[in-house]
């Protein structure tokens, strides 16, 4: 398995409404293809908003934290809804989820 990243993003761009439900967006069919599309490729593992419904933590497979702002970049919500605050090394050492 390649290196996984833990990638805490805030919603804090300048298109973002707070006043607004997430699915209510703008842009959102657009941003949740190209999650989507990110999902089928194997690059987002696990990800969703935390709690407070400002943050988002995605656990991502990518060889490089370039590589991770590179993709992200290409989020049609990039830096208009979601700003990438950290990228951090996560080294996963217990995983409930394997067969």
Not at 8 to 21: A, F, I, N, T
Not at 34 to 62: I, K, T, Y
């Amino acid at each position: 398995m390649g290196v996984t990243f833990l990638v805490v993003l805030h919603r804090s761009g300048p298109q973002w409404d707070p006043s607004q439900p997430l699915e209510e967006q703008s842009d959102w069919p657009a941003h949740a293809s190209f999650m989507d599309e990110l999902v089928d490729a194997g690059f987002v593992v696990l990800g969703g908003p935390l709690a407070d419904e400002h943050r988002v933590v995605l656990a991502v497979e990518a060889e490089s934290q370039d590589a991770v702002r590179a993709t992200l970049a290409r989020d049609p919500w990039s830096e208009t809804h979601l700003q990438v605050d950290t990228i951090d090394h996560w080294t996963i050492r217990l995983d409930g989820r394997r067969a």
